[in-house]
């Protein structure tokens, strides 16, 4: 990625991060299930629907009664892991000791203050993702604070501020294989798994400082031994917002390096919401002036060449539009690369109905296939030609619906940013997911009492702390003499043991790191699942290596087979890649290249060692060490030449 050219400092940039971590533990946090995932096919699907209740104020929350209006219809697949709590038809069993106690120890790795008795919380969800309307959740720990690792070299002065440490349930994980329309699977095996959230206070002034937080507080959850290791085990959300703006969580970021990428792209968005709103200043428009007046213009398109309105007509749906004065030009302002304020409004619609999006004015509406006449006919729609429009299309009331959510989002232009959360995607583009809730949709959980915690217990987890991890990084640096990069490498990405015991077993030193630093990194980025590499296979590995049953250059290939197949034998491997090369068999190897090689060596003389080098390895790659080959092929070629 290139240097950002946004100045984060007069921009008044703040960020804090939210981190959810599942904790290792055997049994999930309100029941006695077994907190692993299945493979297996779900021995029976329940069919659910969802409503709101009213609240302890006597109103509905807006946000649930959006999900109730999406009218979808939830499955649940159930498996034998699972019980009667994770469908809601049990009352949920006291709290994971276990798993509090996990939680207390890392909310102590961060300095954090203990409450004394915690109360079981319930935060309400309305899109099937738990089956009973809300998560169960619970404070453990406030106030702690925590030194950022900056590299190079480790700097220790950057403080971060630990608002909150909260123990709570993870969600069951979305079926997107068989999700289609308003039918909306989910897999209840990872539903009740016990989840960490640690929650920082926005002291972070730089992209750069938010990729250390993120590095530091994952790096101090892995060396805590508390958590599951894998992909999807640890999410972190960013809550990023500009003086001008408005805070934003930015959810879905799963890997470091796209963390500048995103925040970049979002703050580019903000300022750009914040110059549609300076511009409707300069026009003198307010939002009087942008009135929610839908019209139907079916009849406008009754012998149109549109396929998309054709196929809408067909299934008996309407044509809605909206006009909007002063917001022309407005639509088609860019935010984010490829993605217009237009297309903010499209994803709103596509979010909170069940609607494909919207066809605004300032879009080439001859794309669509409609005629000049029908872009004349909406125009005169219009009380001047000065103002934009926005076309839904759908049911009656689904379109009107839409065209409401279209109105909302035009209304609070004018206050420059929304609060709400963007799901981030592979590029760093942000999508619309929701408005921003607050913690004010938290009540007490009334199936469960107080828990008191046990101080003494707590005393004894505080004596009995892990090694604190920048100091680990230190001491492996110093005891291994290596960088203090690496050594921060190794130990993040959870490979410190597995190299000190490939060391001692007098692995070649620099392959080693190589091979874990580097060569498991690039064959992840190429879709191979590193996770399926073992410690086991890795000493097995280096173990044939040492015994020459194949070069150190067949490493990566063998990685990769093992990730595909984690079963396969390493002998098996090894011998798809020919086995290894003896020295007696490269000798004869050598001397039969050379010898078709005569005329390239009487030209040449020692100048044809890389060519006829070439030609060797094309045989002996992976099978015996370059360096081997390099020395037995100068020795042969000397002994011709002379």
Known sequence: ????????????????????????????????????????????????????????????????LIEFEKNHTIFYEVFDSVCTYELDETPPFPINTEALYDCIK?????????????????????????????????????????????????IDEKELSISWIYIEEDAARKDNDRTKGKNVFFKLDRLGIPLIEIVTDHGLSSPTEVIFAARTLG????????????????????????????????????????????????????????????????????????PLQT?????????????VIQSALKRKERVLMLPIAGFQGLLGRELQPNKQFGTELSDRVKSLTNLKGIIHSDEDLLKYNFSEREILELTKKCEERSFAF????????????????????????????????????????????????GRSRLYPDTDLPPVVIDLKRVKMIEENLPENFWSRIRRFSKEYSISIDLAEDLIYDDKAEIFAELIQRGAPSK????????TLTAISREGVD?????????????????????????IPDILTNLGKNPTKSLSDIVSDFGGGMSQEELNKLVLKVLKTSQELVKERGMNAFSPIMGLIMKEARGKIDGKIVSE???????????
């Open 1 to 64: 990625m290139t240097e950002s050219k946004l100045d984060y400092n007069n921009l008044g940039f703040k960020a804090g991060i939210e981190i959810h971590a599942q904790l290792s533990t055997e049994k999930k946090l309100f029941c006695h299930c077994s907190a692993a995932l299945t493979n297996e096919t779900p021995q029976v699907i329940v069919q659910r629907k969802f409503r709101p209740v009213l609240g302890e104020m006597g109103v509905y929350d807006p946000a649930l």
């Open 106 to 154: 890392l909310a102590k790795m961060m300095n954090c203050e203990i409450v004394e008795e915690t109360n079981v919380c319930r935060k309400n969800y309305l899109d099937g993702s738990v089956p009973c309307g809300f998560q169960r959740t619970a404070l453990v720990g406030y106030n702690g604070q925590i030194s950022l690792i900056k590299d190079p070299p480790m």
């Open 219 to 290: 790096m101090l959850i892995k060396s805590s031994g508390i958590a599951r290791k894998g992909l999807g085990t640890i999410r972190q959300d960013i809550n990023v917002s500009i003086a001008e703006g408005d805070r934003v969580e930015l959810k879905g970021i799963q890997l470091l390096q796209l963390i500048p990428i995103a925040i970049d792209f979002e703050i580019q968005r903000q300022l750009g919401l914040i110059s549609i709103q300076k511009e409707l200043i300069k026009r003198d428009i307010q939002p009087q002036d942008v």
């Open 295 to 307: 019209l139907d213009v079916t009849e406008v398109f009754s012998k149109t060449s549109s396929q």
């Open 390 to 437: 926005v076309i839904a299309i759908g049911k009656n009331k689904e379109a009107q619906k839409a065209l409401t959510f279209v109105h909302e989002r035009l209304l609070a232009a004018f206050n420059g940013v929304p609060q709400e959360t963007r799901h981030v995607n592979s590029d760093g583009i942000s999508t619309f997911t929701r408005d921003l809730h």
């Open 511 to 518: 392959v080693v790191v190589t091979t874990l630093t580097q």
């Open 530 to 554: 590193i996770n399926n590499i073992t410690d086991n296979h890795l000493l097995e590995i280096f173990e044939a290596l040492r015994l020459n049953k194949f070069a150190k250059e067949a």
């Open 632 to 642: 037995t092929l100068r020795k042969y070629l000397r002994k011709q030449v002379k």
